[in-house]
């Protein structure tokens, strides 16, 4: 499950994820979800285009070129909302994705999306879980992150959480020990999970083998 707002690094680790057979199924919530949704064809509101913009900056283009061609390699496997919570005059309203475009900016998953998640969560075998799935920070929008966190406690899955908001999250609803690992690194976990080098990863294994041309060197000097 993919989240919150770094949608750029987000959209690496379904690149790596997929084109590499690492994963089943693609679930996207938060920003991803809003950029997957308008590129699979619905119009999600110019308030909700522009964020997503705004947000990437520069790395805009690219990641919705790579978000495109993931939408048409691996479509049945890419998880897409079939509701969302719109943030209507400060109140939570549900609208189904024929009823975009909306006004208002996207906060949250609608609650039947909250409801396919929960079920898909409570039937893997493992899952891997980066970013809420909305403005949790608000009461009426974090039904969505609540609810994922809570089936995730509840699944007999092995669970993954990465990011440094969910991991925040979990710890203030004591849900830790029901998890199988939180990784508080969150940046290094997203570069992990999306295929790049990690620096001291890297260090560790060029010393590794260094060691080990040493030891061949005076095995055979012997």
């Not at 209507?88 to 024929?98: A, H």
């Not at 949790?136 to 089936?151: I, K, R, S």
């Not at 004591?174 to 990690?198: E, F, P, Q, W």
Request: glycine share 10%.
């Amino acid at each position: 499950m993919l989240g919150g707002v770094k949608v750029d690094d987000s959209i690496a680790v379904a690149d790596n994820m997929l084109r590499n057979e690492i994963c089943d199924e693609v679930w996207v919530t938060g920003g991803v979800a809003n950029l997957m949704v308008e590129l699979s064809g619905y119009d999600i509101g110019l308030v909700n285009h522009d964020f997503l913009v705004g947000e990437l900056g520069k790395q805009w283009y690219p990641t919705v070129e790579k978000a495109k061609a993931l939408l048409v390699d691996f479509s049945e496997k890419i998880r897409l909302p079939v509701d969302l919570a719109a943030n209507i005059e400060d109140n939570r309203v549900d609208i189904s994705l024929e009823q975009l475009p909306v006004s208002a900016p996207i906060f949250d998953l609608g609650i039947q999306s909250i409801r396919n998640l929960s079920a898909a969560i409570k039937q893997a075998g493992t899952v891997h879980l980066n970013g809420p799935a909305g403005v949790f920070e608000l009461p009426d929008f974090a039904l969505g992150t609540v609810e994922m966190l809570n089936a995730c406690a509840e699944s007999e899955a092995y669970v993954v959480v990465g990011g440094g908001h969910t991991a925040t999250l979990i710890m203030k609803r004591n849900l830790a020990s029901k998890m199988g690992h939180v990784s508080t690194g969150g940046g290094a976990c997203l570069d992990y999970i999306s295929g790049r080098s990690l620096p001291a990863v890297a260090s560790l294994e060029a010393s590794a083998r260094a060691f080990s041309m040493e030891t061949q060197s005076s095995i055979n000097i012997q």
